[in-house]
């Protein structure tokens, strides 16, 4: 079946633009994972969704950063006022079911750069 | 706070050698580890998962070992091909079902 998919694949935009990203995990996966990759700083937990609900905000960097999970599927993270520092891949993952048993696959990631 | 640490940061060898990466963490309470490999601008592909009660996995050429107790993991790749040539991340799962992930290790293999 499909894997992970995420788009779009790269965004360029001006600092202080809102930028959407999405994210279509495996079919039937309830649980959902937002990371950020940044040049030095490795790959960072964002958020957790466990079906529309996010039990684990703590990674968000700021109130500039949201996300929504609908229908316990699809998930949008916002980037509100982008900010140079922004500019990172972006990976999503998801899991069959939240538990310490099950693999998280990830997503090709979209490269967000903030110019 | 977890930490995990990969040694070392870049591994070149030749072709057909047998290597090993290593990962560290600092706190055992883990539930499961889990080492990828990540191709230049490419997503995570998920290599080997180790529950915590297990000691070690395999796959074709990889074995991955756990030892909890001492906050360790190996990841050995028998009879290395230039096709191995990627960076090798490990990722713990602690108490939250977050990853916590190392910075990587980046192999080259040359042919």
């Known amino acids: 079946g499909a894997g992970v998919s995420q788009s779009p694949s790269n965004k360029v935009t001006e600092k202080g633009k809102d930028v959407e990203l999405r994210c279509d995990p495996i079919?039937?996966?309830?649980?959902l994972y937002w990371y950020r990759q940044s040049l030095g700083q490795g790959l960072e937990f964002l958020i957790y969704?466990?079906?529309?609900?996010?039990?684990?905000k703590s990674g968000l960097p700021s109130d500039r950063f949201s996300a929504e999970r609908t229908g316990g599927s699809v998930s949008t993270l916002t980037i509100q006022r982008t900010q140079q520092e922004d500019s990172a891949v972006y990976l999503c993952?998801?899991?069959?079911?939240?538990?310490?048993?099950?693999?998280?696959?990830f997503g090709p990631g979209t490269r967000l750069t903030v110019l | 706070k977890q930490e995990v640490t990969q040694i070392p940061a870049a591994l070149s060898v030749p072709e057909g050698e047998n290597l090993v990466l290593n990962c560290s963490f600092t706190?055992?309470?883990?539930?499961?580890l889990q080492w990828f490999r990540q191709d230049p601008g490419k997503g995570l592909t998920s290599l080997l998962l180790?529950?915590?009660?297990?000691r070690e996995q395999t796959s074709g050429r990889l074995n991955a070992s756990l030892d909890k107790s001492s906050g360790r993991s190996t990841l050995y790749i028998a009879a290395s091909q230039p096709g191995d040539s990627a960076t090798y991340l490990c990722?713990?799962?602690?108490?939250?079902?977050?990853?916590?992930f190392g910075k990587g290790t980046k192999l080259t293999v040359n042919p």
């Open positions: 993952a998801s899991s069959l079911a939240p538990a310490s048993y099950n693999e998280q696959f």
């Open positions: 079919s039937g996966h309830t649980a």
């Open positions: 969704f466990q079906g529309n609900s996010a039990p684990d």
């Open positions: 706190d055992s309470a883990i539930y499961n």
């Open positions: 180790i529950q915590s009660s297990q």
């Open positions: 990722a713990v799962q602690g108490g939250s079902e977050k990853l916590v």
